[in-house]
C-alpha cells in the first residue's frame, strides 16, 4: 500500500479557503485517493475520493495532478466545525482495509 | 449515504469481563466488514478484517483469541472483547464496504470501551 505524508496540523479562520496537501510518491496505477473527516469521538466519515485531475463535491474538492504522487483537498470557506482530523489515504485493490496515516489536524478559529 | 450503527456507544466493564460490540449496515448488505482501534490523540489501527460466513482475518500482533470476531450475516459484525483489561480500554470503530469491488468504506459512530 502507498504511503501517504501529511502535515500533522493546519491552522484557519472562519470563512477562508484550506488546502491540505498529501504526498504520495509511491502511488499505483490502480489506487484512487480517498479523504475522510472524523471528529473526536467519533467514526471517520468519507469527504470525497478522486483517481486523476479534479473532483468536486458539495463539501470539498480533491486535485490530483497528472503524476499523481500528490493530491490536494481544498476546502472552501471553512467554518468552526470543519475543526477535525483530515485523512488522506491511498487504496490500490477494492475490498481492502483502509490503512490510515497520521492525518491532520485542522483547527478553525473565529 | 449507507448507514453503520455501532451498539453500545460507549460501555464501561470490569477487569476481566467479556464484552460484545455490534456493527450493523443498516441500508445495504456487507460483505466485508472491518475493526479498528483508536487510543487517544492516535490515528485508526486496523485490527480485523471480517467476513461474512467465513473466520476473519487478524492484522499481525491482534491476539484473536482475545478479539472475537462473528459475521453471521450481510449486516451484522460483532466483536468480543474477552477477559478485558485496563489496556484494552479504548475507541473501537467498525466499517463495512458495499460489494467486494467498491473503494469506499462507510464507517460506525465507534464504542468507547472503558475497562476498570
Known amino acids: 500500500l502507498a504511503k501517504t505524508t501529511q502535515p500533522i496540523s493546519m491552522d484557519s479562520y472562519e470563512g477562508q479557503e484550506v488546502n491540505i496537501t498529501c504526498s504520495h510518491n509511491?502511488?499505483?496505477?490502480?489506487?484512487?485517493i480517498t479523504w475522510y473527516q472524523q471528529f473526536p469521538s467519533q467514526g471517520p466519515r468519507f469527504i470525497i475520493q478522486?483517481?486523476?485531475t479534479k473532483v468536486t463535491n458539495e463539501v470539498a474538492s480533491l486535485f490530483i495532478p497528472a503524476d499523481r504522487k500528490s493530491s490536494t483537498l481544498s476546502l472552501p470557506r471553512v467554518s468552526l466545525s470543519d475543526t477535525a482530523v483530515y485523512y488522506c489515504l491511498v487504496g490500490d485493490q477494492a475490498g481492502t482495509a483502509l490503512i490510515f496515516g497520521k492525518g491532520t489536524t485542522l483547527s478553525v478559529s473565529s | 449515504g449507507a448507514v453503520v450503527s455501532q451498539h453500545p456507544s460507549r460501555v464501561i466493564c470490569k477487569s476481566g469481563t467479556s464484552v460484545k460490540i455490534e456493527c450493523r449496515s443498516l441500508?445495504?448488505?456487507?460483505?466485508?466488514m472491518f475493526w479498528y482501534r483508536q487510543f487517544p490523540k492516535q490515528s485508526l489501527m486496523l485490527m480485523a478484517t471480517s467476513n461474512e460466513g467465513s473466520k476473519a482475518t487478524y492484522e499481525q500482533g491482534v491476539e484473536k483469541d482475545k478479539f472475537l470476531i462473528n459475521h453471521a450475516s450481510l449486516t451484522l459484525s460483532t466483536l468480543t472483547v474477552t477477559s478485558a483489561h485496563p489496556e484494552d480500554s479504548s475507541f473501537y470503530i467498525c466499517?463495512?464496504?458495499?460489494?467486494?469491488?467498491?473503494?469506499?468504506?462507510?464507517f460506525g459512530p465507534g464504542t468507547r470501551l472503558t475497562v476498570t
Open positions: 478522486g483517481y486523476k
Open positions: 441500508d445495504f448488505q456487507a460483505t466485508t
Open positions: 466499517s463495512a464496504m458495499i460489494g467486494s469491488d467498491s473503494y469506499e468504506q462507510y
Open positions: 509511491n502511488i499505483a496505477t490502480n489506487d484512487y
